[in-house]
């Protein structure tokens, strides 16, 4: 295995499936079973969700809403996701914790960071809700903060898009994808990986990044078992 401990970043978005709003039980079934793939090859993984498929608070503000009270319900939102994917991981066979970065006892445990590398070492997978339990941030930034405190080899992005174009191969045709990429050429080609937070603390404290799309069967475990899949961008 390249990678022998990981962190998964899930966007909300794509738990939706072909949903507009929530959570498609189909697609996290095929998520949960693609990491269960890993799980059995003995990978560690641990994994942030997002929570955009439920609230956003950046959308939530532009409707009104205190921008600092929205993002609560975004981070709420993320710990509505861990307990889903909780769930299906579980009805794989897998063994799970979830850990918040806002307390809430009865249904989660606190995040600790001994604690989750415990769990990690003992083979769960360790789910991060909450973000960082501090608004104005995002999930991507959460993701790369507890990739590093738990030190992972890696943050691997899943997405719907298999890595990283020169433009959005959505809508450019000519779009051609990079195989791998420096930090410094992200940011002088003004290409977006990530929000400019989560980026700049994943370079300062060299965190490869690998965008790939989890979206193919197979891909997951085709990355960390060292085939060249999706993007990664390193120093
Ligand atoms: N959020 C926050 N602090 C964090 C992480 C998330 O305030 O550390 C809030 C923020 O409002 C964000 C929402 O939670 O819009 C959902 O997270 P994000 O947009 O990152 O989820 P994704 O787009 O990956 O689904």
Redesign the pocket.
Known sequence: MTYKRILL?????ALMGDRQYGIDPARLAEYAKEIKKIVDKGVEVAIV?????I??????ASNGIDRVQ??????L??IINGLALQSALEDTGIKTRLLT?IKMEQVAEPFIKRRAVRHLEKGRVVIFG?????????????AVLRAIEINANAILKGTRVDGIYTSDPEKFKDAIKFESITYKDVMSKGLKVMDMTAFTLSQENDLPIVVFDMNTKGNLEKLVSGEKIGTKVDK
């Open positions: 970043k899930l966007s909300g978005e969700i997002g929570g955009g498929n609230f956003r608070g950046v959308a939530g929205a993002d609560y319900m975004g981070m939102a993320t970065a909450g973000g960082t339990g501090n608004p104005y941030f995002t999930t991507d930034t959460a």
